[in-house]
């Protein structure tokens, strides 16, 4: 009799852990000498999720990530070339590997380091100005390719104790971005006249570079403060104790 009811006991008890820690959850022990390279599977454990998003929490899916405006000075002078990028949605950013994480350790920040093989961008974009002597203000549908993407992730973080324990909040967050090819193009402009359309493509084939620099402080600036805003509403809907075994 007693071994049943002690049986019950240990069933029920497995039950609840297996009901509080959600499955997107993969935990690590604190004494694994290991520990970092468990955490960096428990970020990659998350992979799947991340692209369906978790709607329990109110996650939505990365695939596509969405952002909203950057504006582009890419030609000065008093008719220069501006692109307004709108409604952008990038594809891609779930299939990361994260090559490096330090932890942070008293008030130093955190870092990581995570490989994206292919980033595409799409958006709705307007432009104004003169490009290669061609009047080339419009509107129509901009598209990118991004390939050898890593970005670099430095940031701080809390410890605020809420009901049920205390959790982890991302206080700050930087991002630096490297992109080793870039592809971009337009279609859909200018009621696809022609040469405009393909003076434009031109410039964007052969200056893809240019306009990546252009973009690259707005873009990190906006990927930053989105990845933060994701990873809080993860993190604040998980105790830190269940990122643990023990």
């Given amino acids: 009799m007693m071994k049943s009811v ?59 990530f969405k952002m909203d405006t950057l504006a582009l000075q890419l030609t000065e002078g008093p008719q220069g070339y501006k692109i307004t990028l709108k409604n952008m949605e990038a594809f891609g950013a779930s299939n990361f590997q994260v090559k490096s994480l330090k932890l942070s350790d008293g008030s130093e920040p955190f870092k990581a380091k995570i490989v994206m093989p292919k980033l595409k961008i799409e958006a709705k974009y307007t ?22 993407v890593s970005a670099d ?3 701080k973080t809390s410890r605020p104790a809420a009901k049920g324990g205390k959790y982890l909040h991302i206080d700050a967050l930087s991002l630096v971005l490297d992109v080793k090819d870039v592809k971009m193009s337009i ?6 006249n022609r040469i405009l359309l393909e003076a434009t ?40 104790e269940q990122f643990y075994l023990d």
């Fill in 153 to 155: 992730l430095t940031g």
């Fill in 201 to 240: 493509n031109l410039f964007l084939r052969d200056n893809s570079q240019v306009v990546l620099e252009a973009m690259q402080a707005q873009l990190q600036k906006k990927l930053a403060s989105e990845f933060g805003k994701l990873a809080n509403q993860l993190l604040k809907n998980v105790p830190i």
């Fill in 187 to 192: 279609s859909g402009a200018f009621n696809n």
């Fill in 127 to 148: 432009s104004s100005g003169v490009l290669l002597i061609l009047p080339a203000s419009g509107g129509g549908d901009f598209h990118a390719n991004f390939e050898g």
């Fill in 6 to 64: 002690c049986l019950v006991i240990v069933i029920q008890a497995l039950w609840i852990v297996t009901a509080e820690t959600p499955a997107y959850i993969k935990q690590c022990r604190r004494e694994d000498p290991k520990l970092v390279d468990c955490f960096i599977g428990a970020i990659e454990h998350l992979k799947p999720y991340l692209a369906d998003g978790i709607p329990d929490i109110q996650l939505p899916s990365v695939e596509p």
